[in-house]
């Protein structure tokens, strides 16, 4: 793979990645909004971005692949994976921080308070709007752009995120 094709594709999935974590903040962020009416800076960063989301956007990315996909088979099966990997990162993030980042205790159809059946049908939409929106046009842009912007972002969000998981990281390892 030539140089000028990796730069694109490591613009690619670090443009997802911002997305899609700022999409999950986004979500956060309204929900506590809608069901407690107060603005919660959600997640663990500083940014306006919840790096779970992009996380498991990129695992189910893993999964399926860039073949064809059936929106209902993305839907019913991104539900899950999501789910399941929403309740096994709850309990790392636990373990390693002596925290509880989130509960879905007063939620309908919770699942171990960690997600619940409302939470796993909003990640299937997700991951439809990821795999049929977001991926698609991270793609397009990978090739329109010019190839120093594909470059300059991805080092200044690289750098931006890594240097705030950094600071956050150490302020929740320090509490």
Partial sequence: MSKDKISRAVFRYVFEFMVAGFI???YEVITVWILWDYFDNRGM???PIIPIYAVGAFI???IFGEKKRNPVYVFLFS???TTVFELGASYILEFIFHKQFWTYKAWWG???D???VISSAIFGLFALIYFFGLHK???KLSEKLPLPVCT???VIAVTAVVTDFVISVNKLINC
């Fill in 24 to 26: 999950g903040w986004l």
């Fill in 152 to 154: 300059g972002f991805s």
């Fill in 45 to 47: 960063l500083h940014m």
């Fill in 79 to 81: 539900a899950v994976i």
């Fill in 110 to 112: 919770s699942i171990l």
């Fill in 137 to 139: 046009i991270s793609g």
């Fill in 114 to 116: 960690r997600s619940s």
């Fill in 60 to 62: 189910l990315l893993a």
